[in-house]
């Protein structure tokens, strides 16, 4: 299996709290990725990033920012959630030309 | 106009069916990949394409690049492979479609 964890794996906060997760990788992989699922909207890009401290948006960036300090690290930061940002998110990894590695999600409730 | 349009969004199947998921991207990609979903559970990678067709057991993955079209299919379809299948476009970044879920029936 490919070496890509999240944590938390589940996470209960409320309104206006920040939540950080966290991507970790041990497969040296230049891209990486944050998701979100949700029903009826399938898996839907937040971040990316293409190399330590190079990040761009996804379609669903609002409210949202990303951190990459470190190849294997990830973060993904809502700095006051909120109830829409209640979902499924999931953390992947890839190289160019290579298959991608998902993470095991990370399910966020904000209340 | 999403950039990865995946076609049927539901499909049911009694087992031993042969299964088609239709996936049509909008501009030029360097890869196509297709995934797999369990219930509850993690998303694993099926197949990575750039041209022509791959194989893994009862599963085989098709691509056109110059129809921008890709297809999965699943011969002798079985209960286990009730799932949601998602196809996906890399170019600079991973665009996914909406999935098709399947479901095969006994």
């Known amino acids: 299996d490919a070496g890509i964890t999240q944590s938390p794996r589940h996470k209960v906060t409320e309104t206006g709290t920040p939540v950080t997760l966290r991507c970790h990788q041990t497969e040296n992989h230049r891209y990486m990725y944050w998701y979100r699922q949700d029903p009826g909207h399938g898996l839907r890009l937040i971040h990316y990033?293409?190399?330590?401290?190079?990040?761009d948006k996804g379609e669903v960036s609002d409210g949202y920012s990303v951190s990459r300090s470190k190849t294997e690290d990830f973060l993904l930061t809502l700095e006051s959630a909120t109830s829409s940002q209640t979902s499924v998110y999931f953390c992947?990894?890839?190289?160019?030309?290579?298959?991608?590695?998902f993470g095991q999600g990370t399910r966020l409730t904000v209340v | 106009k999403n950039e990865v349009e995946q076609s049927p969004q539901n499909l049911t199947a009694q087992e031993g069916e042969f299964i088609t998921i239709n996936c049509s991207y909008s501009?030029?990609?360097?890869?196509l990949h297709w995934l797999q979903q369990h219930p509850g559970g993690g998303i694993v990678s099926l197949f990575m394409l750039s041209s022509g067709k791959k194989k893994h057991g009862r599963l085989i993955a098709t691509i056109n690049i110059q129809e921008k079209h890709s297809s999965l299919h699943i011969t002798a379809s079985h209960p286990r492979d009730s799932a949601v299948y998602i196809c996906?476009?890399?170019?600079?970044?991973?665009?996914f479609g909406t999935g098709t879920r399947l479901q095969v029936f006994p």
């Open positions: 990033s293409y190399g330590v401290k190079d990040t």
């Open positions: 992947a990894i890839s190289e160019r030309g290579e298959e991608a590695f």
């Open positions: 501009v030029g990609i360097s890869a």
């Open positions: 996906a476009k890399s170019t600079d970044k991973l665009i």
